[in-house]
């Protein structure tokens, strides 16, 4: 009678043991998953500061440029997570004419990301636009043929990280307008990204990969 | 010894049922959660089609328009989603002249819902746009007087859904661009939203409100 109860006790407390790793684990697994997927906002304009930093971590950047250091604003935020890409990354851009922004650009390039860029036909030609220079660099560039306003303003990192919001890629966007940006990796909202990117990719001309363009 | 091994299996039994209806609970409302919070995503130039059935949905609208009857258009999702308000809608619109869009607005006014509008000055001001309409029904709206372009273009629906992207509240942003938004519930982008809504709304010169406008 004895051994029996102990018989109880161990197998309920066996099975209770049991039960509480599974729940433990089961929430451990949904905490860790909700803490991987970014869902941030960023308000622009942003402070104007150095981000020598981020493009060379290992500069002594005081030396490089006289702006205020170590300042984190909506800018050197956005720029790292672009920076933060690994294999790929697609924007699809009414305007690009910010030079950091291009140079973080042509930085992942070098780094061997793969990179497509899908913008304005019009807006590519104006004055001070990176188009022409990404091109140069041997992005691969098309320009949206039709008659009306290519008005996206997104960047898929690795085809999982959807930036998008009403900022142009411009330093008037940057340093002066009100403007926001979501940074997200919700699927719901980055594979409609990811699709209308391949969607509008495919549906203007590859021939164009090899033209030049006015910068 | 036989009532032992049954009470044995009794309290396994139970203790288990227990642990696999605590899992069963804790899914569902997981699952309920993630069913409950809305990400889509929608994407521009949306379709012409009648959104009289929107506005009047008692109506035979094959009456009232001759446009294309009872086809789901990106537009049309757009509307519904604004038109759920049941409490609030807050507007932040650098441009505002889609009269569908006012009308909209205007309904959910004559609904009770508290409607308030920021906009940029020099946009407001513009031929067609919406702005003077609203002012002069009695909504609540307010100019960024700042230099620089009040750019955002997002909305927010009852102080938890949030309505944002490239889109401004144009007929051509909506006709003929290439564009998008996203209708989110997500807590960490509607409030940040919600936040700087607050900040832009309270930076304004409330002594606006009574002020009539150009329309």
Redesign the interface.
Known sequence: ?FD??W??KV??LG??G??LS??LL?WLF?RRRSERVT???L?F?SKVACVEHIFSPTLPHSHVCSLPHGVDTSFSRLLRYILSACSSLDLCL?SFSNMDLSRAVLLLHSRGVTIRVLTDKVYSAISGSQIGVLRKAGICVRC?V?A???????AVVDGRMLI????NWTL??VQ?????I?I?E?P??VQ??VK?FCR?WGLNDSAQDLNSVTD
Do not use: C, Q, R, Y
């Open positions: 009678m029996s109860m018989t109880v197998v309920s099975v209770v049991l039960s599974l729940e089961f949904s869902n941030k906002v308000f304009p009414f949206d039709s009306v306003h290519m008005h996206h303003k997104f998008t919001g009403s900022l008037t966007a002066s307008n009100m403007e926001n979501i997200t919700e719901d909202l409609p990204f209308e509008l």
